[in-house]
């Protein structure tokens, strides 16, 4: 039977991470508001993207931060071709979220829309690991699906979750991280609800 990583690695291939990368050009927008209360926040040093997908995110930071070293790890070999398409200075590498990081003492930490796909006991443990990696006053920015039960991704071979708002709020505090920031989105097209934190290390 494939692991979850097997079956994220599968799935992100090709068409899939095409698709992404198409979706996420329309999408950039709605963060605009959060990355300028972000870059307020933010202490001086390195910025991490753990999830980075189709690299847009570190895209957007290499335009606003020319001064920082940024990198990122994602599963997908397909998304890391994808990425490095885009992003000219970030260093990206294959990595699996779930794994301690090897950089510490950060100014930042991303964690975009994929958490839903890690298994129970996972979030909370990543979460633990992120704040662990910050230097004190840095930030961790995590948005994630809101609710609960499974997402549902059709014939394909995914398990997926929702986690509830006061789930992920608690998971967040007990990492010893303040949460300044939150907002929530209904996503029409998607009928779904997205949620935003930015949580400081206090």
């Not at 020319?66 to 997908?76: A, N, V, W, Y």
């Not at 909370?124 to 990696?133: H, L, T, V």
């Not at 920015?141 to 394909?156: F, K, M, R, T, V």
Request: include cysteine; glycine fraction near 8%.
């Amino acid at each position: 039977m494939a692991t979850q990583g097997e079956k994220l690695v599968a799935f992100y291939t090709g068409h899939n991470a095409a698709n992404y990368d198409s979706m996420m050009e329309k999408e950039m927008e709605k963060y605009t508001e959060d990355f300028e209360f972000l870059d307020k926040k933010l202490p001086d040093g390195d910025l991490v993207d753990t999830c980075f997908g189709s690299g847009h995110m570190l895209h957007k930071l290499e335009q606003k931060y020319p001064e920082r070293t940024l990198k990122g790890i994602d599963i997908s070999p397909d998304m890391l071709k994808v990425a490095q398409g885009k992003c000219k200075r970030a260093q990206l590498s294959i990595g699996d979220m779930t794994q301690p990081l090897q950089d510490q003492d950060l100014a930042g930490i991303l964690n975009c829309f994929s958490i839903h796909h890690l298994n129970p006991g996972q979030p909370q443990e990543a979460i633990i690991q992120w704040a662990q990696a910050l230097k004190p006053s840095g930030c961790l920015y995590l948005a994630a699906w809101e609710g609960e039960g499974n997402i549902d991704y059709g014939s394909h071979d995914m398990t997926a979750y929702f986690w509830p708002e006061k789930t992920l709020e608690q998971w967040l505090t007990d990492a010893g991280l303040n949460i300044i920031m939150k907002r929530t989105h209904f996503e029409k097209e998607m009928e779904m609800n997205s949620i935003y934190f930015i949580a400081q290390r206090t």
